[in-house]
């Protein structure tokens, strides 16, 4: 069954350097490193050393409270280092990885037979179920839970974005095993927007499509949980990225693991914007060798895209859940005369500050990374509103957020939302605050007190 949900509230950003639909192989990395901070919930426990070998699919460390989530090495080789942090926090696990892969064996099941039970330990033995997250608190799913639904969200309206259609070419199969797959645990709700009727991984007998039509952020998982099955205090969604179901069916066909993904490279830094085909992991040097533009000025290199990713550096590795990396121009060696007072056709403003908005909706706009203000008080003019497609008051929750209280937090709907639905109303934020920041450590909070 299909329905369209028709979304009016949000903002779509165009910028310059979106991924052209080719694709390239990277240099064969020398090590590849999993980081514990990609699976927020978990407080890892390591089941391996430097000097030990491991095969794809073996774990690398699992979740310490329970001991059954385990976060397994995207490739087979020798454990080359555990990186510490302050308070000897584990920063990443790096691996060589070995000339030929090596892979675990974890069956290949019978999807006619296989109770929930059992999938859900083969996801559990194969690493795979760390990648799934549950609302409320958006953090990894706890295999003890019974969840009223699966969501998972086969578009993005992020700026820079992957597109699901180009990443999923040549894989419909294993996405629609992977569905029919999760279809057993619970179910399985997949949107999708409305240039992708057609698509090739459709149709989904085993789960129910729904269209969503309207600008960012109406791919945002939460925002479809919102209008199709909101959630009451008490309740679990598990929510799955798009090509995350690909890992899935792969397990289910094969037996085996496999983390590759089609990452989008953007930007206007890029030489060449474009998709790669790597492992999660992948040091970031790698993924964007000889692609990065000499233009002089400073650059950001973003893990994801720019309003929900990280900042890095080459030293970094590709993420457990990144679909992107964008570099962007930083704008710290900018100076203008006049500064935002300066009428200009090539910046972008929601209030129509600049003369932009007369040049139509979609023109392309190549800003930097300066906030352009400090941080100041908040005034309730109902500008988040106008962006946030949800039925939540955002503004009132933010405040009820900032000022710790718990009872109004959740009557005014924090177990729906995660830091990714502020993302939006962060950018067009007049009082500058960190949004996302905010929502993530008050979701930690309640965590905590409800635990």
Not at 45 to 53: A, F, I, N, Q
Not at 117 to 124: A, D, G, M, R, Y
């Amino acid at each position: 069954m299909e329905r369209t949900y028709k979304l009016k509230k949000g903002l779509d950003l165009r910028l310059e350097g979106e991924a052209r639909h080719q694709l390239r192989q990277p240099q064969t990395p020398k090590c590849y490193a999993i980081r514990p901070d990609d699976f927020h919930g978990i407080v890892p426990r390591l089941v391996v050393k430097p000097g030990d070998e491991v095969k794809v699919g073996d774990a690398l460390f699992v979740d310490k409270a329970t001991e059954k989530i385990r976060v397994v090495s995207p490739v087979s080789g020798t454990v080359k280092d555990i990186v510490r942090g302050t308070r000897r926090k584990i920063l990443h696990i790096s691996v060589n990885p070995s000339a030929t892969p090596v892979f675990a064996d974890f069956g290949k099941p019978n999807l006619n037979t296989i109770s929930r039970e059992e999938l859900i330990e083969l996801l559990l033995r194969s690493g795979l179920f760390a990648f799934l997250r549950q609302r409320p608190y958006d953090v990894v799913a706890s295999p003890e839970d019974s969840p009223k639904a699966l969501f998972i969200s086969a578009f993005s309206k992020m700026p820079l974005a992957a597109d699901f259609d180009f990443v999923v070419s040549g894989r419909e199969s294993l996405f629609k095993a992977g569905i029919k797959a999760l279809s057993k645990l619970c179910p399985v709700f997949v949107g999708i927007k409305p240039e992708q009727q057609n698509s090739t991984f459709l149709p989904l007998p085993e789960a129910e499509v729904n269209i969503f039509d309207g600008p960012n952020p109406s791919g945002n998982v939460g925002v479809q949980i919102n209008h199709v099955s909101p959630i009451n205090k008490g309740e679990v969604v598990w929510t799955l990225g798009a090509e995350e179901v690909c890992f899935v069916g792969e397990l289910v066909e094969t037996g085996r693991v496999n983390l590759t993904r089609r990452v989008a490279v953007a930007g206007s830094e890029t030489i060449n914007p474009e998709y790669i085909e790597t492992l999660i992991g992948t040091p970031l040097a790698d993924v964007l060798y000889e692609n990065v533009a000499d233009t002089g000025h400073s650059q950001r290199i973003i893990n994801g895209n720019p309003l929900v990713g990280t900042k890095s550096d080459k030293d970094d590795f590709l993420g457990a859940h990144t679909t992107e990396i964008c570099i962007l121009p930083e704008g710290d060696d900018r100076h203008e005369v006049l500064g935002w007072i300066m009428p200009r056709l090539k910046e972008f403003s929601t209030n129509r500050s600049y003369l932009s908005w007369l040049l139509g909706k979609n023109k392309t706009y190549n800003p930097d990374c300066r906030i352009k203000g400090g941080e100041r008080r908040m005034i309730m003019s109902g500008e988040y509103d106008r962006v946030f497609p949800m039925d939540i008051y955002a503004g009132y929750l933010i405040k009820a957020i900032i000022a710790g209280d718990i009872d109004r937090q959740e009557a005014l709907g924090i177990y729906e939302v995660a830091p990714e639905d502020f993302a939006v109303a962060e950018f067009v934020d007049s009082s500058k605050l960190e949004l996302q920041r905010i929502v993530r450590e008050a979701l930690d909070i309640l965590r905590k007190e409800n635990a």
